[in-house]
Nanobody, 126 residues
Framework: HVQLVESGGGSVQSGGSLRLSCVASGDTSTTHCMAWFRQAPRKEREAVATLSANGGTDYAPSVKGRFRISQDNVKNTLYLQMNILKPEDTAMYYC?????????????????????WGQGTQVTVS
C-alpha cells in the first residue's frame, strides 16, 4: 500500500506561481507512474501532468509550458511547479501513483490507470 500526502496549495493572484508537493510513503517500489490531477467544481477530474519512472513527462495542453512535474527520489516527493497561473487553474489538485506503463514511453493521462490517491490540496487563482 502507498500513502500520498499533498501540500502547497493556496490562494494566488492571476499570473502568480505555486509549487505543490506530494510525499509518498509505504511500498513505493510499485509506483512507477506518478501524476497530478485536478478537479474543479462541477467538472470531471482531469490529468494535469504525468511522470514515468524513466523521466518521461506528459502534460495537458492547457498547462503545457506553464507547469512542470518533477520528482525527488531521495525524498520520495513529487512536485508540480505551476507558473503563470490563471483563474481556470482553480481546482482541487490530487497526487496519484500507479503501475509502470511498460513499453509505453509515457504514463497514460487516464484516471483509471492510477491506484493510489492523495486527499488533495486546493488551489485558488483570482
Amino acid at each position: 500500500h502507498v500513502q500520498l500526502v499533498e501540500s502547497g496549495g493556496g490562494s494566488v493572484q492571476s499570473g502568480g506561481s505555486l509549487r505543490l508537493s506530494c510525499v509518498a510513503s509505504g511500498d513505493t517500489s510499485t509506483t512507477h507512474c506518478m501524476a497530478w490531477f485536478r478537479q474543479a467544481p462541477r467538472k470531471e477530474r482531469e490529468a494535469v501532468a504525468t511522470l514515468s519512472a524513466n523521466g518521461g513527462t506528459d502534460y495537458a495542453p492547457s498547462v503545457k509550458g506553464r507547469f512542470r512535474i518533477s520528482q525527488d527520489n531521495v525524498k520520495n516527493t513529487l512536485y508540480l511547479q505551476m507558473n503563470i497561473l490563471k483563474p481556470e487553474d482553480t481546482a482541487m489538485y490530487y497526487c496519484a501513483a500507479g503501475p509502470s506503463a511498460g513499453a509505453l514511453a509515457l504514463c497514460p493521462r487516464v484516471q483509471g490507470w492510477f491506484t493510489y490517491w492523495g486527499q488533495g490540496t486546493q488551489v485558488t487563482v483570482s
